[in-house]
């Protein structure tokens, strides 16, 4: 089986389109989707449209939590979560309050969207320094809280990885599909970079003999008509994000 692993796409429906075109080309059985959709300043309705126009599997991220439990005055103080919840019509709330927390995809691949026990956690990195670092191998053993799956997949961090455990567990993350870099202050201010500002996923296939290959894809979109997206809705931030795959310099 050959399954595509899409995440954190965040309503850059330009960036997924292509992504879902470059899956199309290369004999994929199954797509899983591990969360964080919709959320963003770019077009959260017609992401939502155009997933619906394909067979994901799909699970929930944190930010898909965040669109239908925010507070009034979350929302108030929030003029991007405004912008989406006038922008999406009640199916696609009610379709995001569907999504499970994870899935066991096969015996093998398990999906999550940042760790087993949780959507909140980098299940590979840890930012205590304001910038990612691959946690010990017991450390991040620890986090898959007895998930012995062969293929633990994840996403929340952006950033494609592929860490081969002691436990002989691949865990991989395919990276954002539609957000290439981004800052937070939970747990520790902190920033995620890619350095470039190209769509990511990943491709995860078992050969004959049980042994995993595992390929990283970055696809080319039309990143200025995001950006520009991003821009309408004074997210500046979002729009250099999304043209350069870095923060900025006086971070």
């Known amino acids: 089986m050959k399954i595509a692993l899409i995440s954190d796409i965040h309503s850059n429906v330009y960036a997924l389109d292509a992504v879902i075109k470059d899956i199309e080309r290369r004999g994929v059985d199954v797509c899983a989707n591990l969360g964080d959709i919709l959320y963003g300043p770019i077009a959260p309705k017609q992401t939502f449209e155009l997933l619906m126009q394909h067979d994901f599997v799909t699970i929930s991220g944190n930010q898909d939590r965040q669109i239908y439990e925010s507070t009034q005055d979350e929302i108030a103080s929030n003029p991007t979560m405004q912008f989406i919840l006038d922008d999406l019509e009640k199916d696609a709330i009610t379709w995001?309050?569907?999504?499970?927390?994870?899935?066991?995809?096969?015996?093998d691949v398990y999906l999550c969207h940042?760790?087993?026990?949780?959507?909140?956690?980098?299940?590979?990195?840890?930012?205590?320094?304001?910038?990612?670092?691959?946690?010990?191998?017991?450390?991040?053993?620890y986090l898959s809280g007895g998930q012995?799956?062969?293929?633990?997949?994840?996403?929340?961090?952006?950033?494609?990885?592929?860490i081969y455990l002691s436990t002989k567990q691949w865990i991989v993350n395919p990276g954002s599909v539609g957000l290439q870099a981004y800052t937070d202050d939970l747990p520790y201010k902190h920033a995620m970079?890619?350095?470039?500002?190209?769509?990511?996923?990943?491709?995860?296939e078992k050969n004959d003999n049980a042994a995993w290959f595992i390929e990283h894809i970055r696809v080319p979109y039309d990143i200025d008509r995001a950006a520009a997206e991003c821009a309408a809705r004074k997210r500046s931030d979002w729009a250099h994000y999304i043209?350069?795959?870095?923060?900025p310099s006086d971070f």
Do not use: M
């Open 193 to 204: 970079e890619n350095f470039n500002p190209f769509a990511s996923y990943a491709l995860i």
């Open 96 to 107: 995001l309050k569907s999504l499970p927390f994870d899935k066991q995809l096969t015996e």
């Open 243 to 247: 043209t350069t795959g870095r923060i």
């Open 148 to 162: 012995n799956s062969k293929v633990i997949c994840c996403g929340h961090t952006h950033i494609p990885r592929a």
């Open 114 to 141: 940042g760790s087993p026990q949780s959507d909140l956690i980098y299940f590979l990195e840890n930012v205590e320094s304001g910038r990612p670092r691959i946690r010990e191998d017991k450390d991040i053993v």
